[in-house]
């Protein structure tokens, strides 16, 4: 079959048209709405806001696999969260935030303007031992947040902490005794003037380092704790998952998961219908059908945000979920045509979908959704059966969505694909429930979008008026006769 595979990707095309690597490891940040799940979790603080928010992207995108690492920020969260302990540290990160914005315009040099341009004239000793002063009460700040902090749940900030060596100043301050408060001149002491512009360039940078890495941790875990607070008061279930390992064998079980987006813009007035989620080491592949937005991405989707946020460390919205961790997230979700790259829509989800399975490995997880679509159903079918037989002799997790009901015949064969489909209720109505089953279609009771009525009360136009109208004006001519009766008789009421 992996021949197969090589050989039949596009059944009218040949492999190597694909041309090259896929950077599909980036696809689920946007495909899972990341960015703004970070923003609705968090209330970060620090006023240059991008570098918070840059590092929680970070941390979300690595996909920690780190146990311990898991459960440190796991901890830290749940004790700020739980117990409101932002008092002393809301109190060390105004004192380090404003020590980072004096930094950021300090200057120890005086300064004169000349012929329209700034020059250096001389180091003001003074402006210096101000920094200094600067200095030693950081150090002395993420002393005591140390001490105050020693064997709590703050490992990740205390880590922060210990990565800055304090000797590194004290013995700077030997090499280079702070002068008496007179200016230093660049001509009239050479040495002592460049030995003071090399230290001030070597601890600004230092400082400024060092703080811009505390802040915005601190920032991290308090701008999290407290949102987390606040949307449980307004009623959202949000629980720490558990992460395990299980020697390898895999495992997702989720109870009442809902994905954070359905809490923003047009979804946050709507009422939420949680899902449950279960896979595991015999149960891997899914198979989703059902109606148009009646849930089936959205399904997905949530499963597969509720694995990013717990290997951050985050909590989720469900009712309690375990999971084990997955190394890479590999999704195609809402894909169209990329014009400038040449593709149509076909080959663009096609071109994804085939390099989601050659760079899948047994601790992924895959999300495909409509992984063939783009053209008649006879060869999307006929693709996307070559992709699921070899899901299931690989055996990786994998939740696809498909219209194509001629797929859910891998749910009869193989024990380990399950169909799942979209639950209606008693008057045909969508739950949003992702349930066991195949989808049945029924032929007297489409759902459509825009039904009959509705069109036609929107279209305007009427083509044989039109026509009646050029031809008695006479822009149609005799020789054209025979094409517009037929028109003038398939359009007859």
Not at 2 to 13: C, G, M, S
Not at 337 to 356: C, L, P
Not at 447 to 455: F, K
Request: net charge negative; hydrophobic share 35%.
């Amino acid at each position: 079959m992996v021949k197969a595979l090589d050989e039949l990707i596009f059944l009218e095309e040949r492999r190597e048209h694909f041309g090259g690597d896929f950077p599909v490891e980036e696809l689920f940040m946007d495909a899972l709405h990341i960015e703004q799940v970070v923003d609705f979790l968090s209330d970060f603080r620090m006023r240059d806001r991008e570098n918070t928010r840059k590092y929680a992207l970070g941390i979300v995108q690595e996909l920690c696999c780190d146990m311990p690492t898991i459960r440190k920020r796991q901890e830290c969260l749940q004790y700020l969260s739980d117990n409101n302990s932002f008092g002393f540290l809301d109190n060390l990160f105004g004192r380090l935030l404003g020590t980072y914005e004096y930094l950021r315009e300090a200057d120890i040099f005086i300064r004169e303007n000349a012929d329209g341009f700034t020059e250096i004239v001389e180091i003001d000793p003074t402006r210096f031992n101000g920094l200094v002063k600067t200095y030693e009460g950081f150090l002395a700040s993420l002393e005591s947040f140390g001490e105050a902090t020693r064997g709590s749940h703050f490992s990740e900030i205390s880590d922060r902490i210990k990565e800055i060596d304090k000797g590194w100043f004290r013995d700077l301050k030997q090499q280079f005794p702070i002068p008496e408060d007179k200016p230093i001149h660049e001509d009239k002491d050479f040495r002592t003037y460049h030995k003071y512009e090399d230290l001030f360039g070597e601890m600004m940078g230092h400082l400024k380092g060092s703080l811009r890495r505390i802040i915005v941790t601190l920032d991290y875990f308090t701008g999290y704790a407290r949102r987390i607070r606040r949307l449980r008061e307004e009623g959202i279930s949000l629980v720490f998952p558990e992460v395990v390992q299980l020697g390898g064998y895999r495992l997702c079980d989720i109870h009442g998961g809902v994905h954070p987006i359905l809490y923003m813009g047009e979804n946050a007035s709507r009422d939420k219908v949680p899902n449950d989620f279960y896979s595991d080491e015999l149960n891997p592949i899914k198979i989703i059908t059902g109606e148009n937005e009646y849930g089936k991405t959205m399904a997905i989707k949530t499963r597969a945000i509720i694995q990013v946020l717990a290997q951050a460390g985050l909590p989720v919205i469900a009712k309690s979920a375990r999971l084990t961790p997955v190394s890479r997230i590999l999704a195609n979700i809402g894909l169209t045509e990329d014009t400038m790259a040449g593709k149509s829509t076909y080959r663009n989800i096609n071109q994804t979908t085939f390099e989601i399975l050659s760079q899948a490995t047994p601790k992924s997880l895959l999300l495909l959704d409509e992984p063939t679509s783009g053209t008649y159903d006879l060869k999307a079918v006929a693709q996307a059966r070559i992709y699921l037989e070899e899901l299931a002799r690989a055996g990786y997790e994998a939740w696809v969505v498909t219209h194509h009901l001629e797929l859910t015949e891998f749910g009869d064969k193989y024990p380990h694909v399950q169909n799942l489909t979209t639950e209606v209720d008693g008057n045909g109505k969508p739950t949003h429930r992702i349930v066991p089953g195949v989808f049945v279609p029924n032929p007297y009771n489409v759902p459509l979008v825009y039904p009959e009525d509705v069109v036609i009360r929107a279209v305007k136009g009427d083509y044989l008026k039109r026509l009646e109208r050029l031809k008695s004006d006479g822009h149609i001519h005799s020789g054209q006769g025979a094409a517009l009766n037929k028109i003038f008789s398939s359009l007859a009421p």
